[in-house]
Structures are given as structure tokens and as C-alpha cells.
């Protein structure tokens, strides 16, 4: 057997014993979502009730490092804490790929005047208050990244909870740059700024 044949046959080898671990890693995250996350989060992930996050499309490592830190107690949560006490980091990966494989989905703003200021602040920020734009770092369709949340189709109220935690410094397991930015947004802005970040997708 030639080396480069060799090497491929342990490649394929390997893919062998990954594929049928990885299905059953989706396979006990599908359980754990159908035995208690559904109940908040739906089983796509699109959430039951706009005060509970859509997980939908969310980055699979961001979602593994949130239940890591409700578990930790670094992110404070009455709810979510009994919920990842009993996941061990392989559950926490999987689930966070489960709902990452899931379609985020927009949503229709009825204020279009509203949605204008909120677009305006996504986007541009405020220079006159010292807010960043919103794009800057969650990019400019509210992607995220793999350590920073998709904002994107997000429920308007669970976004403003989340501005209103940063402000108060009840939230403090994420980037610090929130708790400023946070502090510098009006009522408005911030009410502005999550229907906007609702209809992206």
C-alpha cells in the first residue's frame, strides 16, 4: 500500500468512528430539547414567549459557553441554572449545534418610523451620546459571531431585558463594552434598536 493510500484509509477510518459519535451527540440533544428546553425555546428553537431567547440559528459555541456559564453561576439565572447543573460539556456542544442547524426567522415591524431610529443606531451608533453602532461588532445583518451573539430575528422584549441587565451589571459574563454601551442608550434607542434587530434575518 502506497503512503498517500494508507493515510486515506485512515482518514476514512476515522470519519467512520467520528459520524455515528457525532449523530448520537445530535441524537441526545434532540432528547434533552424534547424533555425540558422545548418547553421555553420550542423545539426549533423559536421560543415560546418573546421574554425567552430564540436559539434558532444561534452559534453553536456560543450557546455551549452560556449553559457553561449558567452552570458556572458566572451568568446569574433562577431558571437556567437547574436546567445546565446536570449537562456536562459534550450535551452543552451538541445542543449548541442542534439549535445552531435551526432557521433564525425574521419578523414584519408594524412602526416603521421606529424601525428607522432603531436601524439608524444599528448601524451608525450615536455620535452625540458616544454609542458604537451595533454592527460593528455583531456585523451589519447581526450574524455574530462564534463569540458574539446573532442578534438577528431575536424577540424585541428578550433584547431589551438583556440592555436593561447590562446596564444594571446584572449581567457581567459577557463583554464589559456592553455595560457602557448599554448605559448610553435612551428608552428609546434601546426599544428602537430590538425591533430593528427583530426583522433582520
Not at 49 to 54: A, E, L, Q, T
Request: hydrophobic share 40%.
Amino acid at each position: 500500500m502506497s503512503y498517500w493510500s494508507h493515510r486515506f484509509a485512515v482518514v476514512a477510518a476515522a470519519l467512520t468512528v467520528s459520524l455515528p459519535v457525532a449523530a448520537a451527540d445530535l441524537a441526545r440533544a434532540e432528547e434533552i430539547v424534547s424533555g425540558r428546553c422545548f418547553l421555553c425555546h420550542g423545539m426549533e428553537g423559536e421560543s415560546a414567549s418573546p421574554v425567552f431567547p430564540r436559539l434558532a440559528g444561534q452559534h453553536s459555541e456560543y450557546i455551549a459557553k452560556q449553559l457553561a456559564d449558567f452552570k458556572s453561576g458566572k451568568r446569574k439565572s433562577d431558571t437556567m441554572k437547574p436546567q445546565a447543573e446536570e449537562l456536562n460539556p459534550e450535551e452543552m456542544k451538541a445542543l449548541g449545534a442542534f439549535f445552531a442547524n435551526k432557521p433564525g426567522k425574521a419578523r414584519r415591524a408594524s412602526d416603521q418610523e421606529l424601525l428607522g431610529v432603531g436601524k439608524f443606531v444599528f448601524n451608525r451608533g450615536n455620535s452625540f451620546s458616544g454609542v458604537p453602532s451595533c454592527a460593528s461588532c455583531h456585523g451589519e445583518r447581526g450574524l455574530g459571531t462564534p463569540h458574539l451573539p446573532r442578534l438577528a430575528g431575536q424577540h424585541p422584549r428578550y433584547i431589551e431585558d438583556q440592555l436593561k441587565q447590562f446596564n444594571k451589571r446584572e449581567r457581567t459574563n459577557d463583554n464589559a463594552i456592553m455595560h457602557t454601551i448599554a448605559s448610553k442608550l435612551s428608552e428609546l434607542e434601546a426599544h428602537a434598536v430590538a425591533e430593528y434587530i427583530a426583522t433582520l434575518d
